[in-house]
């Protein structure tokens, strides 16, 4: 259960380190500060968190598949936030 806790916030703050830094243009990769850095991070981590546990709901019981569902499911998180 921890190694879980602790999978989960590593696939979020990755996706959301990564949707911030690659996922933007230019120039707002130019004024990213600390603050939307850990914003970033946080969001991924509460998508992540979501999309493992909807797998759950959902009956799946293959591990793999549910990081998987993480990272789609912090990816959509994020995607959504920024409003697009």
Known sequence: MLLTFIILVIIGAAVGWAMLHHGS???R???ATTSGEITYGL???AGSFM????????GIAAPILLYILAVVGAV???YLWRGR
């Not at 999309?51 to 959902?58: A, H, Q």
Request: glycine share 20%.
């Open 25 to 27: 243009t230019w120039l």
């Open 29 to 31: 990769q130019q004024f």
């Open 43 to 45: 969001v991924g981590v």
């Open 51 to 58: 999309g493992y546990f909807i797998g759950g709901i959902l």
């Open 76 to 78: 959509l998180t994020i």
